[in-house]
T-cell receptor
Framework: DTGVSQNPRHKITKRGQNVTFRCDPI?????LYWYRQTLGQGPEFLTY????????KSRLLSDRFSAERPKGSFSTLEIQRTEQGDSAMYLC?????????????FGSGTRLTVV | AQSVTQLGSHVSVSEGALVLLRCNYS??????LFWYVQYPNQGLQLLLK??????LVKGINGFEAEFKKSETSFHLTKPSAHMSDAAEYFC??????????????FGQGTELSVKP
């Protein structure tokens, strides 16, 4: 069990640029979640996948955000035309989702800074 | 809708003193409750969770929490604080068993400082 891996750990981008983050979940976990955490706040749910299907999206996920999980393995979160308000820590988590309340396993996050 | 309120954004204790971090929740279904710890620039680590059964839950690093349905609370305690406990703590609620989505709703967090 290598845990949940997120890349890159840090990303600095200029306003208006596109960025993409990657999350590799624990291999046997079929559920994958994305959260956003701004400074001094708790994480906020963005979206989640069960296998390759994106089953829920938060209102926080504007049209500039898109997430994919091809083949139900790793996932990518893309932000187009970044804005300064997008600066945050983006956290990925995975769980087994077998109808039991297994705790999530979180990755270390990708910290995005938009300048 | 579910929600979590953490009372006190900052808590400071002396090393060796009791740690008490407060969490109240709102849920229309029996909740699953979690406490996570976050060190600077790191992800979230699960401390403990309540699902069903025993209402006093023991977690890692000497922490424990008690689910009190009548008070809609899930406060986190540790008898004796250690310097390494200094971190941000998050309480979260989920309706995993009723909603196969299983997203977590987090509180605003409580920053714990430990004085020598």
């Amino acid at each position: 069990d290598t845990g949940v891996s997120q890349n890159p750990r840090h990303k600095i981008t200029k306003r208006g640029q596109n960025v993409t983050f990657r999350c590799d979940p624990i291999s046997e976990h079929n559920r994958l979640y994305w959260y956003r955490q701004t400074l001094g706040q708790g994480p906020e749910f963005l979206t989640y996948f069960q296998n390759e299907a994106q089953l829920e999206k938060s209102r926080l996920l504007s049209d500039r955000f898109s997430a994919e999980r091809p083949k139900g393995s790793f996932s990518t979160l893309e932000i187009q035309r970044t804005e300064q308000g997008d600066s945050a820590m983006y956290l990925c988590a995975s769980s087994s989702g077998q109808g039991k309340p297994y705790g999530y396993t979180f990755g270390s996050g990708t910290r995005l800074t938009v300048v | 809708a579910q929600s979590v309120t953490q009372l006190g954004s900052h808590v400071s204790v002396s090393e060796g003193a009791l740690v008490l971090l407060r969490c109240n929740y709102s849920s229309s279904v029996p909740p699953y409750l979690f406490w996570y710890v976050q060190y600077p620039n790191q992800g979230l680590q699960l401390l403990l969770k309540y699902t069903t059964g025993a209402t006093l839950v023991k977690g890692i690093n000497g922490f424990e929490a008690e689910f009190k349905k009548s008070e809609t609370s899930f406060h986190l305690t540790k008898p004796s604080a250690h310097m390494s406990d200094a971190a941000e703590y998050f309480c979260a609620v989920s309706d995993l068993i009723y909603n196969q989505g299983g997203k977590l709703i987090f509180g605003q967090g409580t920053e714990l400082s430990v004085k020598p």
